[in-house]
């Protein structure tokens, strides 16, 4: 995994990257009052894409769960989102954040709206969310996603990390070890 991000753990992490399509993206630190802009990127996601994300057929996200993802420590909870212009108002359309589960091992998941999938956002996300937990003293960032996902496999695999899976029916568990 390259490592071209800043060298910083904040919640005032912020930097942009170039898309597939030319167009530039924010990726940034989720801060508290990004809830209004977080729930309307869950409003914009298909049942498809949530259901990859939770594991359950949803519709939405309740403010308490909305609350919860916002407000994090960058401690023990890391949360990036990936902002673009829209019609001059900044929109997110993506996200990742990894959850400590153990001393040097995280849980990590990934989001990405419909419309911005295919567009390299899940490779640039993992690019930093590993960066940041490596320079955390992370050595493993692990998921499960759902074995139909392949998009975010190959986002795995493609992350130079050479990832060890384990198969459960419907579900591949990732492991990377951070390089």
Known sequence: ???????????????????????????????????????????RASGRSLYRRFFTPRRSVTEQEIASFVNVDFA???????VIKE???????????YVVSKPSQAEMAFAVVDAY???GIGTILMRHLGAIA??????????????????????FERSGCSPTTKRWP?????????C
């Open 117 to 119: 999938q295919g567009q």
């Open 170 to 178: 419907g579900v591949v568990q990732v492991t990377l070890r951070l």
């Open 1 to 43: 995994m390259r490592d071209r991000v800043p060298a910083v753990k904040t919640a005032t992490y912020s930097t942009l990257e170039t898309l597939r399509d030319g167009r530039h993206v924010e990726i940034r630190a989720l801060r508290p009052d990004d809830q209004a802009a977080f729930a309307d990127a869950v409003s």
């Open 134 to 155: 490596r320079q955390a003293g992370t050595n493993e960032l692990v998921a499960e996603v759902l074995r139909e996902n392949i998009p975010m496999l190959r986002v």
């Open 87 to 97: 019609g001059g108002r900044s929109v997110i359309i993506g996200g990742a954040r």
């Open 76 to 82: 023990n909870h890391v949360a990036l989102i990936a």
